[in-house]
Nanobody
Framework: QVQLVESGGGVVQAGGSLRLSCAAS????????MGWYRQAPGKQRELAAG???????NYADSVKGRFTISRDNAKNTVYLQMNSLKLEDTAVYYC?????????????WGHGTQVTVSS
């Protein structure tokens, strides 16, 4: 099992910045892609940003140029730097981690951290 602990959410004014962190612990051997998903009220959960163990990143079009995902493999931690926040970025942000062990892929999820952007 892998446990994911998120931190860094909160309330920020539009145009401001927040940094989310997610630390993985437990059976982290085989940890591959990590990422951040978000779910706004009444909407489906969507990928905001993802990063492979080798550092390849991908972003939702809506956050490109404003969000930066990074990771520290030694600490099994992934970060999401969010700049120029907009009202529509308000959501619960969930950390996701994927492990591949003996050809078995498992997805793990954090409990989520609330990000609220106010006008």
């Amino acid at each position: 099992q892998v446990q994911l602990v998120e931190s860094g959410g909160g309330v920020v004014q539009a145009g401001g910045s927040l940094r989310l962190s997610c630390a993985a612990s437990g059976r982290t051997l085989g940890l591959t892609t990590m990422g951040w998903y978000r779910q706004a009220p009444g909407k489906q959960r969507e990928l905001a940003a993802g990063i492979t163990r080798g550092g390849t990143t991908n972003y939702a079009d809506s956050v490109k140029g404003r969000f930066t995902i990074s990771r520290d493999n030694a600490k099994n931690t992934v970060y999401l730097q969010m700049n120029s926040l907009k009202l529509e970025d308000t959501a619960v942000y969930y950390c996701n981690a994927v492990t591949v062990v003996l050809m078995t892929t498992t997805n793990y999820w954090g409990h989520g951290t609330q990000v609220t952007v106010s006008s």
